[in-house]
């Protein structure tokens, strides 16, 4: 591929410590694919509820959504990340916005001693 002057200049001024494809202090690929984080754990606390809410199974979940049941059980135990066309087709069959099923839990107000 040929790189234009500008683009060439660009990279030598950099000094050898910068990724010119990644800002400094960004995580990389792995970092960013370890589970669970929050999200995956709100994933799967609000899945979980909105499934049984409708009294749903995890098979006719998983056949709705045309995953398979395992995925959807990583998914629900949290252990694996969700792109966002599979939280779209989740949040749809269960009959949720993307953005419930993703909510974070509201934490009780601390008590008053």
């Known amino acids: 591929m040929w790189y234009g002057i500008e683009q060439v200049n660009f990279f030598r001024g950099l000094p050898d410590s910068v990724n010119a494809k990644r800002a400094p202090g960004t995580p990389n690929a792995s970092v960013a694919d370890e589970p ?5 754990l709100a994933l799967a606390h609000n899945l979980v509820a909105a499934r049984k809410e409708i009294g749903m199974s995890q098979r006719e979940l998983a056949a709705q959504s045309g995953v398979s049941r395992d995925y959807l059980i990583r998914i629900e135990r949290g252990t694996t990340n969700v792109g966002l066309g599979i939280l779209m087709i ?19 107000p601390p008590k008053k001693k």
């Open 36 to 40: 669970p984080h929050e999200l995956s």
């Open 90 to 108: 989740l949040a749809r069959v269960v009959g949720k916005a993307a953005s419930d099923l993703i909510q974070l839990p509201q934490l009780p």
